[in-house]
């Protein structure tokens, strides 16, 4: 069978990483053709799919999202099968891609997080979740701390981005697009990220695992800052936003278990 294959190919991508660690693609078979990604991210990648088929079918359905496992290759999204022999087919797919798992609801809401500095150390949270600064509709936190302050995974993982670049800051959030940040991935697929690094601080590569309590970083007043300090969050990846979620953290000795409160300091003496 001879078959005409005009291709429309459209990527819209919603974080940047780099573009040569996920890639879609099809190989032609007896019955149509398959659609494989590889995938050498180390986090999950869910994928949007719109087809645009012309005597062609997909096994999976159409407009669907897919999640791809970290770290495989000719993962099999759908196979797309001839309708009639006869007639000519088209193909042609755009995708919407992004870190993480979008289908997934459940995670560890009693998960005990370690403060994200040494111990013997305290620091102030001079914003909360949902703080009028800047965490409107946002659960993060703001603590403040002196630039080249060594910081320390509150949850271990695996180091999924950095980005140490940038040095520019200022107060407006049109300078959010110079954040230095390190991201982690969690087991029970939501991630944290290490925001205002200084430039070069991050102290981790990318695919490390990390372990709760190691030390990652320096902090930094890089991006949009009101001042030096670490900003911390844990999240839900979806394709197009971020779910933001409260967490619970060891204070004191350890002994205590508490959401953080703005305008508040917390000692680490464990």
């Given at each position: 069978?001879?078959?005409?294959?005009?291709?429309?190919?459209?990527?819209?991508?919603?974080?940047?990483?780099?573009?040569?660690n996920f890639k879609l693609y099809h190989q032609q078979t007896e019955n149509g053709f398959v659609i494989l990604a590889d995938n050498d991210e180390f986090s999950p990648v869910s994928?949007?799919?719109?087809?645009?088929?012309?005597?062609?079918?997909?096994?999976?359905?159409?407009?669907?999202?897919?999640?791809?496992?970290?770290?495989?290759?000719?993962?099999?999204?759908?196979?797309?099968?001839?309708?009639?022999?006869?007639?000519?087919?088209?193909?042609?797919?755009?995708?919407?891609?992004?870190?993480?798992?979008?289908?997934?609801?459940?995670?560890?809401?009693?998960?005990?997080?370690?403060?994200?500095?040494?111990?013997?150390?305290t620091h102030w949270v001079s914003q909360g979740y949902n703080g009028a600064i800047s965490h409107k509709n946002e659960n993060a936190l703001d603590f403040k701390m002196p630039i080249?302050?060594?910081?320390?995974?509150?949850?271990?993982?695996?180091?999924?981005?950095?980005?140490?670049?940038?040095?520019?800051?200022?107060?407006?959030?049109?300078?959010?697009?110079?954040?230095?940040?390190?991201?982690?991935?969690?087991?029970?697929?939501?991630?944290?990220?290490?925001?205002?690094?200084?430039?070069?601080?991050?102290?981790?590569?990318?695919?490390?695992?990390?372990?709760?309590?190691?030390?990652?970083?320096?902090?930094?007043?890089?991006?949009?800052?009101?001042?030096?300090?670490?900003?911390?969050?844990?999240?839900?990846?979806?394709?197009?936003?971020?779910?933001?979620?409260?967490?619970?953290?060891?204070?004191?000795?350890?002994?205590?278990?508490?959401?953080?409160?703005?305008?508040?300091?917390?000692?680490?003496?464990?």
């Open positions: 069978m001879k078959v005409i294959l005009p291709l429309c190919f459209l990527l819209f991508s919603t974080v940047l990483f780099a573009q040569d994928v949007q799919m719109n087809f645009r088929l012309e005597n062609l079918n997909s096994t999976k359905g159409n407009n669907k999202v897919f999640v791809i496992p970290a770290r495989t290759k000719k993962h099999i999204i759908t196979n797309l099968e001839v309708i009639d022999r006869k007639k000519r087919i088209k193909l042609g797919y755009e995708s919407t891609y992004n870190h993480g798992n979008h289908l997934l609801k459940k995670y560890d809401q009693n998960f005990k997080y370690y403060l994200p500095f040494k111990k013997g150390s080249g302050t060594k910081v320390y995974a509150a949850r271990g993982g695996v180091v999924v981005d950095i980005e140490e670049s940038y040095s520019k800051n200022c107060t407006s959030a049109e300078c959010a697009k110079y954040n230095n940040f390190i991201l982690i991935y969690h087991d029970d697929g939501t991630f944290a990220e290490y925001t205002h690094i200084k430039e070069n601080g991050a102290q981790v590569t990318i695919g490390d695992k990390i372990n709760i309590g190691q030390f990652i970083g320096y902090s930094g007043n890089v991006g949009w800052a009101t001042g030096p300090h670490l900003h911390f969050i844990v999240f839900f990846q979806r394709l197009k936003e971020r779910v933001t979620l409260k967490t619970k953290f060891l204070t004191g000795k350890g002994d205590k278990t508490e959401q953080l409160i703005e305008k508040q300091e917390y000692t680490r003496s464990y």
